[in-house]
């Protein structure tokens, strides 16, 4: 009986953990990525970027990256 209930213990131990560690990770993130989600958007109306529609929000990030990178140095972008 001690046994279970120490191993449920971690179980929920587990779950807290790894629901902390994705908030950490992705709502920074998400933050991060979106104004190059507004971005990409608004190049979609005018008939660009259309191979950006179907990435993830890690190569959103990274996508994201170069695009502030273009804007802080006054560049167009290159993605």
């Known amino acids: 009986m001690t046994l ?3 191993m449920l213990k ?12 994705s908030v950490l990770v992705y709502v920074p993130l998400m ?12 190049q979609n109306t005018m008939g660009r970027q259309k191979d950006k529609d179907k990435e993830s929000i ?3 990030g990274r996508n994201a990256t170069k ?12 993605l």
Request: net charge positive; hydrophobic share 60%.
């Open 31 to 42: 933050v991060y990525t979106i104004p190059y989600a507004l971005w990409v958007g608004h």
């Open 10 to 21: 971690v179980l929920i131990f587990a779950l807290c953990a790894g629901a902390a560690i």
């Open 58 to 60: 890690f190569q959103a």
């Open 4 to 6: 279970i209930i120490v």
């Open 67 to 78: 695009l502030y990178k273009a804007w802080i140095t006054r560049q167009t972008p290159t």
